[in-house]
T-cell receptor, first 113, second 111 residues
Framework: KAGVTQTPRYLIKTRGQQVTLSCSPI?????VSWYQQTPGQGLQFLFE???????NKGNFPGRFSGRQFSNSRSEMNVSTLELGDSALYLC????????????FGPGTRLTVT | EDQVTQSPEALRLQEGESSSLNCSYT??????LFWYRQDPGKGPEFLFT???AGEEKEKERLKATLTKKESFLHITAPKPEDSATYLC????????????FGKGTKLTVNP
């Protein structure tokens, strides 16, 4: 069974630009969660989608948004990038909205210059 | 505020030298406690879920245990390939249902 895939793996953007990251969950998994990982803050929950609906949201500004498509694939968008947005963005999928046994993708390394 | 604290931040062991990693949690009720392993440049890999105090789970050289305030990840006779960052996360009951992660313990096992 194929794992969670994320594209692109690496991205370099300039302050003020916007970026879209993509995540394809494990086949059959309907819940997709997004996390931001930085050395200082560790893993922080961004939001979760299930059946195209956002079910939960973390404490991040409105510049961070996402969506989920009918095939469970998800995208995350960050607008007006700031230097502090440089991080590893991880996507995780699970069978249901409960975050038990989430399976993570390899992440997208975003660098903002 | 829901919080998960892992200790130590870093741990160096010799191959075969057993030890334990600690995860202390303060959450509004606990729905589940999760352990993950993360290798450099990769996403976390799911290891265990624990649901109630007294529960134990094992996988190869790893054993996870849970009490009402903390969880331990015991590593028996570790090998160099066990070197990784081990992450602990707590899922609070009800309310926001956000998964709260600790900052991890970086384990290095020297041959």
């Amino acid at each position: 069974k194929a794992g969670v895939t994320q594209t692109p793996r690496y991205l370099i953007k300039t302050r003020g630009q916007q970026v879209t990251l993509s995540c394809s969950p494990i086949s059959g998994h309907r819940s997709v969660s997004w996390y931001q990982q930085t050395p200082g803050q560790g893993l922080q929950f961004l939001f979760e989608y299930f059946s195209e609906t956002q079910r939960n949201k973390g404490n991040f500004p409105g510049r961070f948004s996402g969506r989920q498509f009918s095939n469970s694939r998800s995208e995350m968008n960050v607008s007006t990038l700031e230097l502090g947005d440089s991080a590893l963005y991880l996507c995780a999928s699970s069978l249901r909205t409960s975050r038990r046994e989430q399976y993570f993708g390899p992440g997208t390394r975003l660098t903002v210059t | 505020e829901d919080q998960v604290t892992q200790s130590p931040e870093a741990l160096r062991l010799q191959e075969g030298e057993s030890s334990s990693l600690n995860c202390s949690y303060t959450v509004s009720g606990l729905r589940g406690l999760f352990w993950y392993r993360q290798d450099p440049g990769k996403g976390p890999e799911f290891l265990f879920t624990l649901y109630s105090a007294g529960e134990e789970k094992e996988k190869e050289r790893l054993k996870a245990t849970l009490t009402k305030k903390e969880s331990f990840l015991h590593i028996t006779a570790p090998k160099p390939e066990d070197s990784a960052t081990y992450l602990c996360a707590a899922e609070p009951q009800g309310g926001s249902e956000k998964l709260v992660f600790g900052k991890g313990t970086k384990l290095t096992v020297n041959p």
